[in-house]
């Protein structure tokens, strides 16, 4: 029997489960600015995809696109909290003094 189709199903699940709160929490802590984080994390996700072999490469591939996928999310996520749905934090402060 081959698990790996299960394990990729679940990694990934868990994946997209586990980048919701965290692009939550960085845009509340750090505002939308730290969207260069999520690039370098998924860019060197992907890199490390090429480099390795079998399910190691997989769910490289999975969390760097996940991470790139998060920018947008942080982008939306910034709106949200502008629209009132989610509080703004102490990140918004320095953004708004920047602009």
């Keep these: 029997m081959a698990l790996e189709g299960i394990i990729i199903g679940a990694a990934t699940f868990v994946t997209i489960g586990l980048f919701h709160p965290i692009v939550i929490k960085a845009e509340y802590h750090l505002g939308a600015g730290c969207w260069w ?3 370098l994390v998924g860019l060197a996700c992907i890199v490390g995809s090429l480099l390795t072999t079998g ?3 997989i769910l ?3 969390v760097g696109f996940s991470s ?3 920018i947008l ?3 939306k996520q910034r709106k949200r909290v502008d629209r009132g749905w989610f509080p703004e934090g102490p990140g918004h402060n320095k953004e708004k003094q920047q602009l």
Aim: glycine fraction near 6%; charge should be negative; charged fraction near 5%.
């Design 60 to 62: 490289l591939g999975v």
């Design 73 to 75: 999310e942080l982008i």
């Design 68 to 70: 790139l996928w998060s």
């Design 55 to 57: 399910i190691w490469s």
């Design 37 to 39: 984080i999520f690039l």
